[in-house]
């Protein structure tokens, strides 16, 4: 779960031979990798695709090697050669075309430290050489790169940055005075070979636009003048749970189009699609999507006459037309992914031609061009390779929302009662959409499947993909109606499927990791969970993660932990241990700076005190993503053998019937599997009373306190976060609670 916090910066609402692909095309198709698309642009007269692209081939270090290509819509293909060899130190992104044949790109090396900007020639001939030239260089990161008129060129710059810039990026080491040196990410504009940075020294941009004109930029929404920097005010959304993403101002420089909504990573961008006049000093922006049952994912003026959207129609990826005033018209539908870069759905437009990789869960992805709609494949860079799964969406009813989730199940289909597996994404604003990332050869859900377990993906509220209302509906509920939904969306597939009850599991990282941490408090139904980089603790999480006091009033939930914790406590996991038996897979990276190492090492002890099986594995320099294809790989295989010992193996005892054994922490470890010996895990066996989870009330009362007398049911609080609660139960939502010197409880 990343920042909460975010600036949004708008920039001046400003072949070929063709080459074997990156793949030995001649090896069999199982031990292909798949070949990645990670960025996509079209020249201004839509003949030349610039692309970013990789095999996706374990070496050890994060990213794998990163190739630039220059395609046609005919399926011509040249790849550029850089001026270093292609590696973790000389990595291309963000092609942006300067017109249509000059193609500028960013060039990172990060082992010195050091970035520059590229321009190559597209076109055949002499002209340019067909050699990438330097145009500039910088002490420091550089990001987003966008061309501007007559090919002026912006960029995002970091100077001498502590970390590499991203949330998910590992944090630098802690060590020194803090909070004296604090990395910025500028608008710099590149002039006379050299860039300058223009925007304010304290403000940190995350996305810019040209203004038509290139006289200035947008941001949250400010304009920053190219010559000097000043900054004017634009619009401030009134809502303080509203953030900003993705401006694009018209091509008469007249307004600019926004995403805004609730957000809680930057880069998974989604709301509603907005429209602010920029030539009416003091004008409101307007929703042009109003209720809309759907999430918009990205815009762009390029596609055809006037604004287009790509948006996600749980289970379906839409591209819309807007207008203010009218109701979208649907330009296409399919239950498949689109992309163009960063995590979103998205396009590459230009001159009214339009590319974009394609992939669904089973079919990998592949480059098309066209016009929207009658697009065709321009690359079969993964021809033959599938996945041997299936893919079907579900839906169910959870208090008053639809809710949308997927089902994965292996091919062959097998007969009998199955293990079933809930996979909680991450955010809480996204969505699990169809990608191969999924079920690639190397991909956990893939090894799951392979092991017998049928995998379920829900799209709980908070996420992506039912409208703004539907997001928004998890804000200040953290661990209720989302948590309710993803048990609702079980008892659907219960009904509809042959699962085996009694060997379910749950797993997820970030906030899919936080609701694995909070599910084992709630329920019993669980009989192994998993959570990568999860939050046990939002009250300490808030002092831990720099994103969570970065906007204030604190967005998600109204109130710093330092003037009333209790909205922290209610959703935290570490004040509802007490009942806790399901064995937890534990694993964080060191250095996570989003969801940081204590929060898991909290919720470890916790589990080691309460005598609860537990394993905690901490990966050495590694941030909220992992980067090392070896600590990944490790994950897997710990992931993997953790589900099978607590699901299939035979031999192991279902925690929580033995009552009573309480072993002391020495013998549980001598008789541990030895699986968490390496890498400093550690694993107890000891198991707990089956007493009943705070919060839950499975017998139908709740344990007497210590005087004997029946303890009260909690009191439902008002507001609006409790209107769906079904009457007269706190069943998998405990909101009342009273203080003490030792904390909170139910």
């Not at 996420?463 to 509906?473: D, K, R």
């Amino acid at each position: 779960m990343a920042g909460l916090a975010r600036w949004l910066c708008g920039i001046m609402p400003a072949i070929v031979a063709t080459t074997a692909p990156v793949h030995a095309a001649g090896r069999p198709v199982a031990d292909r990798p798949v070949h990645d698309f990670h960025a996509a642009t079209i020249a201004p007269d839509g003949q030349h695709i610039a692309t970013i692209e990789s095999d996706a081939v374990p070496n050890g270090s994060e990213p794998p090697p990163r190739h630039l290509f220059i395609r046609t819509p005919d399926g011509g293909a040249r790849q550029v050669t850089l001026p270093c060899r292609a590696g973790p130190d000389c990595l291309p992104s963000s092609p942006s075309w300067r017109d249509d044949s000059h193609l500028a790109f960013v060039l990172s090396s990060p082992g010195t430290e050091t970035a520059s900007i590229y321009s190559v020639y597209a076109g055949s001939g002499d002209a340019g050489g067909g050699a990438p030239h330097r145009l500039a260089r910088f002490a420091g990161a550089l990001g987003t790169l966008r061309s501007g008129p007559h090919g002026a060129l912006a960029v995002l710059a970091t100077a001498h940055p502590h970390k590499k810039v991203g949330a998910t990026e590992a944090a630098a080491p802690m060590a020194g005075e803090i909070g004296t040196d604090t990395d910025e990410q500028r608008i710099a504009i590149l002039r006379n070979g050299v860039l300058r940075l223009v925007s304010p020294a304290d403000l940190f941009v995350y996305e810019f636009d040209w203004r038509p004109d290139g006289t200035g930029l947008v941001a949250k929404l400010i304009a920053v003048s190219a010559a000097d920097g000043a900054v004017s005010l634009l619009h401030a959304p009134d809502d303080p749970h509203q953030q900003l993403a993705h401006p694009v101002v018209s091509p008469d420089g007249r307004s600019v189009a926004y995403i805004a909504g609730w957000m809680s990573d930057f880069g998974s961008d989604g709301g509603d699609a907005f429209l602010l006049p920029l030539d009416r000093p003091g004008a409101k922006a307007v929703d042009l999507t109003p209720g809309l049952h759907a999430t918009i994912t990205s815009l762009d003026w390029g596609c055809r006459p006037g604004l287009t959207a790509t948006a996600l129609a749980s289970p379906r990826t839409e591209v819309l037309a807007l207008q203010p005033a009218a109701v979208p018209d649907t330009l296409w539908s399919g239950q498949e992914s689109i992309g163009a870069g960063s995590w979103n759905l998205s396009l590459a437009c230009a001159g009214g031609h339009s590319a974009a990789y394609h992939q669904t869960f089973v079919r990998p992805p592949e480059l098309e061009a066209g016009s929207i709609g009658h697009w065709h494949d321009i690359t079969h860079v993964n021809a033959g390779m599938t996945a041997p799964a299936q893919a079907v969406s579900v839906t169910w009813k959870s208090n008053q929302h639809d809710v949308q989730g997927w089902l994965l199940t292996p091919l062959p289909v097998r007969t009998g009662k199955r293990p079933l597996l809930v996979q909680v994404h991450g955010g809480p604003q996204a969505a699990d959409v169809p990608s191969f990332d999924f079920l690639a050869p190397r991909a956990l859900d893939r090894a799951l499947l392979a092991g017998g377990y049928d995998l379920f993906l829900p799209n709980y509220r908070g996420s992506f993909g039912q409208g703004e209302a539907f997001t928004a509906a998890d804000i200040d509920d953290f661990g209720g109606g989302d948590f309710r939904d993803i048990m609702a969306g079980l008892d659907a597939v219960e009904q509809r499927l042959p699962v085996n009850g009694s060997r379910l599991g749950i797993f997820g990282g970030s906030y899919g990791g936080y609701m694995s941490m909070w599910a084992v408090t709630q329920t019993h139904r669980f009989k192994a969970a998993a959570s990568h980089a999860g939050i046990s603790n939002w009250v300490s999480e808030q002092g831990e993660a720099p994103q969570m006091t970065a906007d204030l009033p604190d967005p998600v939930f109204g109130t710093l932990v330092y003037d009333d914790p209790r909205p922290q406590l209610r959703a935290s996991p570490i004040t509802h241990m007490r009942g806790v038996r399901t064995p937890m897979l534990i694993t964080v990276g060191e250095r996570d700076v989003e969801c940081p190492l204590p929060q898991s090492q909290e919720y470890y002890q916790a589990l080691r005190t309460l005598g609860v099986p537990t394993s905690f594995v901490v990966y050495a320099g590694e941030g909220h993503g992992f980067r090392n294809e070896a600590d990944r790989a490790d994950e897997r295989r710990r992931t993997v053998a953790w589900f099978d010992k607590w699901l299939l193996a035979p031999t192991e005892t279902a925690p929580g019937l033995e009552r009573n054994r309480s072993p002391d922490v020495k013998t549980a470890q001598a008789r541990s599997s030895g699986m968490s010996q390496d890498k400093g895990s550690q694993e107890s066996d000891k198991t707990t009373a089956n007493t009943p989870i705070s919060g839950i009330d499975p017998g139908g009362t709740r344990p007497a306190p210590a005087s004997g007398k029946p303890a009260k049911r909690p009191e439902v609080q008002s507001g609006d976060q409790n209107t769906d609660r079904p009457h007269g139960t706190d069943r998998y939502y405990p909101k009342s609670f009273t203080t003490s010197g030792r904390g909170a409880s139910v």
